[in-house]
């Protein structure tokens, strides 16, 4: 059974970091891996992205705070949150890119505020 696991959210001040790990099944090693969030009363959008190939891109709320990473040999896609900000607060889904049909994890909170 395909799952996507994740861990590391929280309660956090403004200024703090935090690092989320989503650990999959397995498998993925060929597809594009995300985090996405979604705040109360919001849509779920894309905040990074990552290729099979190791390319990383942000959303232009997140560059230059946040990093994605993956390690295919642990099955795992990380995101590592640095100078948290309250509007960061949200629910945060790691996933994986497929041609029919995406994967998504449960959705870890992070909260930020002080």
């Known amino acids: 059974q395909v799952q996507l696991v994740e861990s590391g959210g929280g309660l956090v001040q403004p200024g703090g970091s935090l690092k989320l790990s989503c650990v999959t099944s397995?498998?993925?090693?060929?597809?594009?891996m995300a985090w996405y969030r979604q705040g109360t009363g919001n849509r779920r959008t894309v905040i990074a992205t990552?290729?099979?190939?190791?390319?990383?891109d942000y959303d232009e709320d997140v560059r230059g705070r946040f990093t994605i990473s993956r390690d295919d040999a642990k099955n795992t896609v990380s995101l590592e949150m640095n100078d948290l900000k309250p509007e960061d607060t949200a629910v945060y889904f790691c996933?994986?890119?497929?041609?029919?049909?995406?994967?998504w994890g449960q959705g870890a909170q992070v909260t930020v505020t002080s």
């Open positions: 990552v290729s099979h190939t190791g390319y990383a």
């Open positions: 397995g498998g993925f090693s060929r597809n594009t």
């Open positions: 996933n994986v890119r497929q041609p029919l049909r995406d994967l």
